[in-house]
T-cell receptor
Framework: GENVEQHPSTLSVQEGDSAVIKCTYS??????FPWYKQELGKGPQLIID?????GEKKDQRIAVTLNKTAKHFSLHITETQPEDSAVYFC?????????FGAGTTVTVRA | EAGVAQSPRYKIIEKRQSVAFWCNPI?????LYWYQQILGQGPKLLIQ????????DSQLPKDRFSAERLKGVDSTLKIQPAKLEDSAVYLC??????????FGSGTRLTVV
């Protein structure tokens, strides 16, 4: 099955700085890579996704890059704000099933 | 559109007792998933339904866990008997064409 590794496990940034989270996956057949944000007591919420035929996607302050050759994808958050504090999960999908990374706890310091 | 509804939000039971969780997916979403999220970890797939048929239950501990999806809409997940290690958040998700999952808020189970 698919194995997704995510780093770092915790990330503390100053408000206004950038945050980067990196993930690797094992199954070259994976073709869809979503990122989820999970706040305390809530379910994961999709924030951005990328498909295997695209190298980069941007939505306002967040962007995702994908390197299929290296089986590596990353989430970039620019101009971080206190409301960006949450747990972020990367995931890789194969055969309509998602495998998740272990999560990154992001803390934005005011 | 209404989101994925789950109930109850919290449940505390003693080990060896049974418990059931309910999920109502987004209308029109044919695919429904149950995930288990242990504290500090990412969600782990337990079972996937397509309409009312099981697509993948390879990660479901079938000696104690069972799930059904009647009429291709609502689903229930049951644990009997519960163990301490079943303490987790149980998340239900649905999708229309296999991606862009929408998750519910989950049921937090504590087994004491």
């Amino acid at each position: 099955g698919e194995n997704v590794e995510q780093h770092p496990s915790t990330l503390s940034v100053q408000e206004g700085d950038s945050a980067v989270i990196k993930c690797t996956y094992s199954d070259s057949a994976s073709n869809y890579f979503p990122w989820y944000k999970q706040e305390l007591g809530k379910g994961p919420q999709l924030i951005i996704d990328i498909r295997s035929n695209v190298g980069e996607k941007k939505d306002q302050r967040i962007a995702v890059t994908l390197n299929k050759t290296a089986k590596h994808f990353s989430l970039h958050i620019t101009e971080t704000q206190p409301e960006d504090s949450a747990v972020y999960f990367c995931a890789a999908q194969w055969d309509y099933k998602l495998s998740f990374g272990a999560g990154t706890t992001v803390t934005v310091r005011a | 559109e209404a989101g994925v509804a789950q109930s109850p939000r919290y449940k505390i039971i003693e080990k060896r007792q049974s418990v059931a969780f309910w999920c109502n997916p987004i209308s029109g979403h044919a695919t429904l998933y149950w995930y288990q999220q242990i504290l500090g970890q990412g969600p782990k797939l337990l079972i996937q339904f397509q309409n009312n048929g099981v697509v993948d239950d390879s990660q479901l501990p079938k000696d104690r866990f069972s799930a059904e999806r009647l009429k291709g809409v609502d689903s229930t997940l049951k644990i009997q008997p519960a163990k301490l290690e079943d303490s987790a958040v149980y998340l239900c998700a649905s999708s229309f064409e296999g991606d862009g999952y929408t998750f519910g808020s989950g049921t937090r189970l504590t087994v004491v």
